[in-house]
């Protein structure tokens, strides 16, 4: 059997920076209250022109640049996404920009928070399965485009990023990816959801009982809806369980463990995890003061941030977790 690791990271944000001080000009909210209770004190948010596939397209390039893999190597492209700028799937359009000229298989994951470890799950799946080599997994989201700002509970929370890690085939006793643990919960959609809507009927465009009239208007998708507290007591439920399995499957014990990677939604959240699994604080990864939950991107952005800054060093091991909307959670044991 094969073995797959990860040999590069990358990541970009929108250059908009979006204070807590700055929200609380447009509801009634404050840094403190911010701060204390999410840990957030500052989010990216894409503007004007600013395109998410551009961004996650400027995270791979860094990304196949430290792993020293030219495009054209590439044979697959996985895009995790729930904000794709097309309906139909934004990565064949990443890899074309890439200038990957074989035409490799390149296709969308959509599972919110969670995308980047599904991501990651499918990467080794295809090189262990069905000999692929080098899989480029992005993880990208601009979740700014459907927050109701109205909302000062869920509109402090995001922020919008790309990240991306290159995946690659290697001998067995090389393998850097060691155990998943992946699980999903439908009953939960209604703690968190961005529900499509038909548009409202356009007069001159038919009336009841015409033909016209029957058919669909074209759609768009709500804003999103959340419970936070619903939210929140599911993540510190699941995670640690799903975390201890993963280690239980890679037959690792927690203290072995260099970084805890968690999806970065919440500080309170994080904190609540690592004390469950006696994470001490010195080893867990967190940078959603500066960026907000970017939902996919927000695994990969942080590992890029604590690769680039020396933190995470070359044969360190990462637990690492998702979670958020569907509901789904998922968890990982790497190598860096
Ligand atoms: N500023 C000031 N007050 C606020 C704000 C705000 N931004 N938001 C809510 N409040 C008020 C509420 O109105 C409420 O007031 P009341 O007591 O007078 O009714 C009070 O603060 C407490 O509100 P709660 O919602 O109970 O606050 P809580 O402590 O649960 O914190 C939070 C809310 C931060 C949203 C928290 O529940 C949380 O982080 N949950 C997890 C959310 C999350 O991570 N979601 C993303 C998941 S990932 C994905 O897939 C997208």
């Known amino acids: 059997s094969k073995g797959c690791k990860l040999v590069g990271c990358g990541s970009a944000v929108p250059s908009l920076q979006i204070s807590n001080a700055d929200l609380s000009k447009i509801v009634d909210t404050s840094d403190e209250w911010i701060s204390v209770r999410t840990g957030i004190r500052n989010r990216r948010i894409v503007s004007g022109k600013d395109s998410l596939t551009a961004l996650a397209i400027e995270a791979a390039r860094k990304a ?140 001159a465009l038919g009336t009841n009982g015409s033909l016209l009239g029957l058919l669909p208007k074209g759609s768009s998708y709500s804003c999103i809806q959340m419970n936070g507290k619903e939210v929140f007591r599911f993540a510190v439920r699941v995670v640690p369980q799903s975390i201890e399995l993963a280690l239980e499957k890679a037959g690792l014990a927690g203290s072995s463990i260099d970084w805890l990677l968690l999806h970065q939604a919440n500080q309170r959240i994080i904190d609540a995890v690592a004390t469950r699994l006696d994470f001490p604080s010195e080893r867990v990864l967190s940078n959603l003061a500066n960026y907000g939950n970017t939902s996919a991107a927000s695994i990969p952005l942080a590992l890029d941030e604590a690769v680039r800054s020396g933190k995470v060093k070359a044969g360190h091991t990462i637990a690492t977790a998702g979670f958020g909307a569907g509901l789904t959670w998922g968890s990982a044991i790497v190598r860096w």
């Open 64 to 203: 196949l640049q430290m792993a020293l893999v030219d495009p054209e190597d590439l044979d697959l492209v996985l895009m995790c996404t729930s904000t794709p700028e097309d309906l139909f799937g934004s990565a064949p359009q990443i890899q074309k920009e890439l200038g990957c000229k074989k035409n490799p298989l390149a296709y969308d994951i959509t599972a919110a928070c969670s995308g980047f470890v599904l991501g990651l799950v499918s990467a080794a799946c295809h090189i262990r399965g069905g000999g692929f080599k080098n899989v480029l997994v992005i993880g990208a989201d601009a979740l700014s485009r459907y927050v109701d700002w109205t909302d000062r509970g869920s509109c402090i929370l995001f922020g919008d990023a790309a990240g991306a890690v290159v995946v690659q085939a290697c001998d067995i006793e090389e393998d850097g990816l060691y155990a998943f643990d992946l699980h999903s919960d439908g009953e939960g959609q209604r703690h968190l959801n961005a529900i499509m809507k038909e548009n409202e009927k356009d007069q």
